[in-house]
């Protein structure tokens, strides 16, 4: 499967960006989604999951309250809300398709995309 995000951009600290990654290639709502960032200097880490169905979300600690990940089937797109971003949330994200939740959670994903750079200016 084929990932595209975007969405990304400049933001002040306690401002909102929704990003978005459209799915091609294979059935989209067979695999479950996630995203993942990588802070400048730092290790890809884990951000927030979906299953398949969109019905159970998890999210890292660090973005609990206030991210919001979700998907439309329908359209192949998956999205992630982003709320009350900090300086720390800045790094380029990627989303990410897997056949389990877990390969997502444990940063080895099956497939991800390009990413799209997030930056939080305090």
């Known amino acids: 499967v084929q990932l595209q995000a975007s969405g990304g951009g400049s933001v002040q600290a306690g401002g909102s960006l929704r990003l978005s990654c459209v799915a091609s290639?294979?059935?989209?709502?067979?695999?479950?989604t996630g995203w993942l960032r990588q802070p400048p200097g730092k290790e890809r880490e884990f951000v927030a999951s979906?299953?398949?169905?969109?019905?159970?979300?998890f999210y890292a600690e660090s973005v609990k309250g206030r991210f919001t990940i979700s998907r439309d089937n329908a359209k192949n797109t998956l999205y992630l809300q982003m709320n009350s971003l900090k300086p720390e949330d800045t790094a380029e994200y990627y989303c990410?398709?897997?056949?389990?939740?877990?390969?997502?959670?444990?940063?080895?994903?099956?497939?991800w995309g390009q990413g799209t750079l997030v930056t939080v200016s305090s």
């Open positions: 979906t299953n398949k169905g969109g019905s159970s979300q």
């Open positions: 290639g294979r059935t989209f709502g067979g695999y479950a």
């Open positions: 990410a398709a897997d056949p389990t939740m877990h390969n997502i959670v444990t940063v080895a994903p099956a497939f």
